[in-house]
């Protein structure tokens, strides 16, 4: 049953950076040959899509988050990551990663979420 688990979230003053990782476990499915996303919700706000990686690497970002997020991966580890810099505190929210088939789109899995705490 493929798992994704994500880490690196925590408690950073507005300017600074952080890293998550997704790290994809017990699937046949390799970062590489899958739809990767990441995606956050704040409190009382509906979900929304951060960054995507395809299987052939093109990325994506919110309008929000371009220049500052980077989407990335390492198929090594089976592991996709979001490098943010340059926090705000309207980053602030629960992120979680997901894996879709890049032909169907259907959704294989979702990570539990980390969550991203800006202060100002």
């Known amino acids: 049953q493929v798992q994704l688990v994500e880490s690196g979230g925590g408690l950073v003053q507005a300017g600074g950076s952080l890293r998550l990782s997704c790290v994809v476990s017990?699937?046949?499915?390799?970062?590489?040959?899958?739809?990767m996303s990441w995606y956050r919700q704040a409190p009382g706000k509906q979900r929304e899509l951060v960054a995507s990686?395809?299987?052939?690497?093109?990325?994506n970002y919110a309008d929000s988050v371009k220049g500052r997020f980077t989407i990335s991966r390492d198929n090594a580890k089976n592991t996709v990551y979001l490098q943010m810099i340059s926090l705000k505190p309207e980053d602030t929210a629960d992120y979680s990663c997901?894996?879709?088939?890049?032909?169907?789109?259907?959704?294989?899995?979702w990570g539990r979420g980390t969550q991203v705490t800006v202060s100002s």
């Open positions: 997901n894996m879709r088939d890049p032909t169907t789109w259907a959704l294989r899995a």
């Open positions: 017990g699937s046949i499915f390799s970062v590489n040959t899958m739809a």
């Open positions: 990686i395809s299987s052939g690497g093109s990325t």
